[in-house]
Structures are given as structure tokens and as C-alpha cells.
């Protein structure tokens, strides 16, 4: 499970914490490009040889309608594993 605070109620983005305005955190899975809510984003992996592999991207996010302001980004996902 994938999971952070997000930009906004209802929003997938995750939260920019820094200074920076107008923009947040973006992630997708690689390949399918499926959205990786900040609400939370599950996904199955098969074990091979012990190890899994995840493949996701992140990008920035530019909200319309919101002025652009630089500084910081700071923005944090949560990775929860569970196995058997």
C-alpha cells in the first residue's frame, strides 16, 4: 500500500510540505501509467528468488488555476509491505 497526505480532499497528488506553491507530487505506475492515490494504492507482486520489484515514476503536478510560487518540495509517501 502507497499512501500520504494529499494536496487536496479527493485529490491523488500527495501534499508538497515545502515552500514551493502550486504544485505536488504525482505517482504512477510505470507501464500502465494507473494513478497512485495519496488516498491509498494497493498492489500485488509476485516473489521471485525472495525479491519483489515495484516499478512506479513520480513527476510534479502543476494545479490549474493556482499560481506558481518556487521554493521547496517536500513530499513523503508511505510504503506499507505486508506478506505470508
Not at 515545502?18 to 509476485?46: F, I, K, R, Y
Request: proline share 6%; aromatic share 10%.
Amino acid at each position: 500500500v502507497f499512501a500520504g497526505p494529499p494536496h487536496a480532499a479527493g485529490q491523488p497528488q500527495y501534499a508538497n510540505h515545502g515552500t514551493a506553491t502550486g504544485v505536488s507530487l504525482h505517482l504512477v505506475e510505470q507501464g500502465s501509467e494507473a494513478v497512485m492515490p495519496a488516498a491509498g494504492h494497493h498492489a500485488s507482486l509476485a516473489v521471485a528468488s525472495g525479491a519483489a520489484t515495484y516499478q512506479g515514476r513520480s513527476y510534479f503536478y502543476r494545479h490549474n488555476g493556482s499560481p506558481l510560487q518556487h521554493g521547496s518540495f517536500k513530499s513523503a509517501a508511505t510504503v506499507v509491505v505486508t506478506y505470508d
